[in-house]
């Protein structure tokens, strides 16, 4: 499996919000060679705190023998606005400043994330992609690019996503936002800041991500005489723990400010009449026990697609079921391609 990486350059980027970022880097990864099957590329786009090459993140999807076998299917992933896997973002230096943005990164959105990721596409000569693919929040990015340019995917994938944040999510990134700002050294000076706040947030996203039924499952304790070092909460320091060596707090930050804004409705009349403008054969996936975006909010968004098509997926783990059952997966959309082709 051939795997390239590289950086997009975009001299000015206009931003949703009104202001405007210069100097932009887009980290991108293909894996396959789109000039030997151009006409069947596959751009899978990103989960909140992933990036730009989905073997590393999504392995029993990605790869030779999988699902998406990028000698089959070339792959392209491009890391998001606002993240720090080589895309500019809150670490990023400010060419204004000649020092990081930290907290005085702007407020992107997944329209503007839409918009670098147009541009991408361009730079990388891709004529229509045959596969547009996004679970969760990578849902927002895949909704919000063929809202904006029509026709831009053959085929759409949307898994455990929703046409709007709602309050249940936002109050859920308000409280691990609260846990950041309540870390004294997240104060827009220090790179490192914020480390024990992050350590604390990614501890309330877990809770959203997998819910009672998979740490009912995942983290029972052997012994009932126990009195301490809960199998569960060694869990969420490990998880913590885990997410700081690879993350940032600034960037954790300003990413889930861009989940709050999604809206597809903004600006469109109606999240009703923006899904209208969507033209690819579409598949939307529920997870029947998912309680970040329950399947309510995938079965709205099959009926209003045109001629979409819904399934669901049975896990006990949630939202993150759709990292996890991956075999139900792969069934689920091997049926959709065999259904459409």
Same mark, same amino acid.
């Given at each position: 499996?051939?795997?390239?990486?590289? &950086?997009? $350059?975009?001299?000015?980027?206009?931003?949703?919000?009104?202001?405007?970022?210069?100097?932009?880097? !887009?980290?991108?990864?293909?894996?396959?060679? +789109?000039?030997? &099957?151009?006409?069947?590329?596959?751009?899978?786009?990103?989960?909140?705190?992933?990036? $730009?090459?989905?073997?590393?993140?999504?392995?029993?999807?990605?790869?030779?023998?999988?699902?998406?076998? #990028?000698? !089959?299917?070339?792959?392209?992933?491009?890391?998001?606005?606002?993240?720090?896997?080589?895309?500019?973002?809150?670490?990023?230096?400010? #060419?204004?400043?000649?020092? #990081?943005?930290?907290?005085?990164?702007?407020?992107?959105?997944?329209?503007?994330?839409?918009?670098?990721?147009?541009? @991408?596409?361009?730079?990388?000569? +891709?004529?229509?992609?045959?596969?547009?693919?996004?679970?969760?929040?990578?849902?927002?990015?895949?909704?919000?690019?063929?809202?904006?340019?029509?026709?831009?995917?053959?085929?759409?994938? @949307?898994?455990?996503?929703?046409?709007?944040?709602?309050?249940?999510?936002?109050?859920?990134?308000?409280?691990?936002?609260?846990?950041?700002?309540?870390?004294?050294?997240?104060?827009? !000076?220090?790179?490192?800041?914020?480390?024990?706040? =992050?350590?604390?947030?990614?501890?309330?996203?877990?809770?959203?991500?997998?819910?009672?039924?998979?740490?009912?499952?995942?983290?029972?304790?052997?012994?009932?005489?126990? =009195?301490?070092?809960?199998?569960?909460?060694?869990?969420?320091?490990?998880?913590?723990?885990?997410?700081?060596?690879?993350?940032?707090?600034?960037?954790?930050?300003?990413?889930?400010?861009? =989940?709050?804004?999604?809206?597809?409705?903004?600006?469109?009349?109606?999240?009703?009449?923006?899904?209208?403008?969507?033209? %690819?054969?579409?598949?939307?996936?529920?997870?029947? %026990?998912? !309680? =970040?975006?329950?399947?309510?909010?995938?079965?709205? @968004?099959?009926?209003?697609?045109?001629?979409?098509?819904?399934?669901? +997926?049975?896990?006990?783990?949630?939202?993150?079921?759709?990292?996890?059952?991956?075999?139900?997966?792969?069934?689920?959309?091997?049926?959709? +391609?065999?259904?459409?082709?």
């Amino acid at each position: 499996m051939k795997v390239s990486e590289g &950086n997009y $350059s975009i001299e000015s980027l206009k931003l949703e919000c009104g202001e405007e970022l210069h100097n932009v880097t !887009i980290r991108f990864h293909v894996l396959g060679e +789109i000039e030997k &099957n151009p006409e069947r590329v596959v751009w899978i786009c990103h989960a909140f705190t992933a990036n $730009s090459n989905p073997s590393d993140w999504w392995p029993e999807m990605v790869g030779p023998g999988r699902m998406f076998d #990028p000698d !089959i299917y070339p792959i392209v992933c491009a890391n998001i606005l606002g993240s720090c896997y080589g895309t500019t973002g809150p670490t990023s230096i400010n #060419p204004q400043t000649g020092k #990081p943005y930290l907290r005085d990164f702007p407020l992107v959105t997944f329209r503007d994330v839409a918009e670098a990721h147009q541009r @991408l596409k361009q730079y990388l000569n +891709i004529q229509k992609l045959w596969m547009l693919i996004g679970g969760s929040i990578g849902g927002f990015q895949a909704m919000e690019w063929e809202c904006e340019y029509p026709g831009t995917a053959e085929n759409l994938i @949307l898994i455990a996503t929703a046409a709007e944040s709602s309050p249940w999510v936002k109050a859920f990134s308000q409280s691990q936002r609260l846990a950041i700002l309540a870390d004294q050294t997240f104060d827009g !000076i220090n790179p490192d800041g914020g480390k024990c706040g =992050l350590k604390a947030a990614r501890s309330i996203a877990l809770l959203s991500y997998r819910g009672r039924s998979s740490y009912n499952l995942t983290q029972q304790d052997s012994n009932p005489n126990q =009195l301490f070092n809960y199998k569960a909460c060694t869990y969420q320091d490990y998880q913590g723990e885990k997410l700081v060596r690879r993350f940032d707090a600034y960037t954790y930050y300003t990413l889930s400010l861009m =989940l709050d804004s999604h809206n597809m409705g903004r600006g469109r009349i109606s999240a009703v009449e923006a899904l209208k403008r969507i033209r %690819s054969n579409t598949l939307v996936v529920g997870i029947d %026990s998912d !309680i =970040l975006f329950p399947v309510e909010e995938q079965r709205f @968004l099959a009926r209003h697609i045109p001629n979409a098509v819904f399934s669901e +997926i049975h896990s006990q783990f949630c939202h993150d079921g759709f990292l996890i059952e991956y075999q139900q997966l792969t069934d689920i959309i091997s049926n959709f +391609i065999n259904l459409n082709h």
